[in-house]
């Protein structure tokens, strides 16, 4: 079974260029994250999908970032203009947990940004 | 600032020495989760705690959560270079799963 696949791996522009990345969660998982992980640093939540709607976007820096998930499977994250401390690696991750209970996390392997 | 706290955040022995990485929080969790993730990937589950006081073994790794489920620790016996990573606690809260910063662990052969 496939598991969480995420485009592109890498990506260099310039500063105040748009970006975006998308993210295909494992088959059946209702449940979407998107994660920033800044170097040597723990994941921190951006946004939460629970099928298409956005559950907690409260982290999400909402002037220039924005985020879909149309259909409730495959998602999309912008970010416009980007700003040299976005440099980051953004992580999605899927699950099957609910407003509840939060189960194991299936991380993809992550879009490395560099702002120049 | 980070909710968890992890310790220490480097840690670097040699292989077949035994290690600990300490995770605590001044808030109580629901359950607990550690994971390992290795450069260029994300990060993988390696264990969930639910209850306190719970030890859970997994072959050379035993974790263990406080009996408050306010801290957590991960002990690795005879370490392997193939135990090397870095180490995430996450603590979960309704559906909320905060992470700490991270523990680097390299084994040296």
């Known amino acids: 079974e496939a598991g969480v696949v995420q485009s592109p791996r890498y990506k260099i522009i310039e500063k105040k260029q748009p970006v975006a990345f998308w993210c295909n969660p494992i088959?059946?998982?209702?449940?979407l994250y998107w994660y920033l992980q800044n170097l040597g640093q723990g994941p921190e939540l951006l946004i939460r999908?629970?099928?298409?709607?956005?559950?907690?976007d409260s982290q999400l820096p909402k002037d220039r970032f924005s985020a879909e998930r149309l259909k409730g499977v495959d998602s999309t994250l912008k970010i416009q203009p980007a700003e040299l401390g976005d440099s980051a690696v953004y992580l999605c991750?899927?699950?099957?947990?609910?407003?509840?209970?939060?189960?194991?996390?299936?991380f993809g392997e992550g879009s490395r940004l560099t702002v120049l | 600032t980070q909710l968890l706290e992890q310790s220490p955040q480097f840690l670097s022995i040699q292989e077949g020495e035994n290690l600990t990485v300490y995770c605590n929080s001044s808030?109580?969790?629901?359950?607990l989760q550690w994971y390992r993730q290795e450069p260029g990937e994300g990060p993988v589950l390696l264990v969930t705690?639910?209850?306190?006081?719970e030890v859970k073994k997994l072959k050379r790794l035993t974790f263990q959560f406080g009996d408050a489920r306010k801290d957590s620790s991960l002990h690795i016996t005879a370490a392997q270079t193939g135990d090397t990573g870095l180490y995430l606690c996450?603590?979960?809260?309704?559906?909320?799963?905060?992470f700490g910063a991270g523990t680097t662990v390299t084994v040296r052969a």
């Open positions: 991750a899927s699950s099957l947990g609910d407003r509840r209970y939060t189960g194991e996390l299936f």
């Open positions: 088959s059946g998982h209702n449940t």
């Open positions: 999908y629970e099928n298409e709607e956005a559950v907690d």
């Open positions: 808030s109580v969790f629901s359950s």
């Open positions: 705690v639910v209850t306190g006081g």
């Open positions: 996450a603590g979960a809260n309704d559906y909320k799963l905060s």
